[in-house]
């Protein structure tokens, strides 16, 4: 695991306790089983929605793109702030807001797969 990866336990210690797996070459970040962070190249992206995106946006971060078979990809997740590398409290701020997105995009799917069955 990466030195980066491991500095994320330290960063978001007044959030709560994370943890982080092995995928696609970076690492998913957790947290009460939902996946909050992507690490791709040791930048750290924050799981967003609709409700939350314009956090993201008013900071003109875009969201996290790559390239699938000749199609660019775009995940809902985007470039954390840099003022929560240095502030435990605004990675607190913003590690909430990436799991509420991440809850009510479960209970999103969760909803979808009700009423399909």
């Known amino acids: 695991m990466s030195e980066f990866v491991e500095y994320l336990n330290e960063m978001f210690e007044h959030f709560g306790p994370i943890n982080a797996r092995r995928m696609f070459g970076g690492h998913g970040v957790h947290h009460n089983d939902l996946m909050i962070v992507l690490v791709a190249d040791d930048v750290l992206h924050l799981k967003a929605d609709s409700d939350s995106s314009i956090h993201f946006d008013k900071l003109r971060l875009s969201p996290f793109e790559f390239d699938k078979n000749g199609k660019k990809v775009t995940m809902s997740y985007f470039p ?35 009423h399909e069955t």
């Open 80 to 114: 954390a702030p840099e003022a929560i590398y240095d502030n435990p409290n605004e990675a607190r701020i913003w590690a909430n807001r990436a799991h509420e997105a991440a809850l009510r995009s479960k209970r999103q799917v969760n909803k979808k797969q009700v």
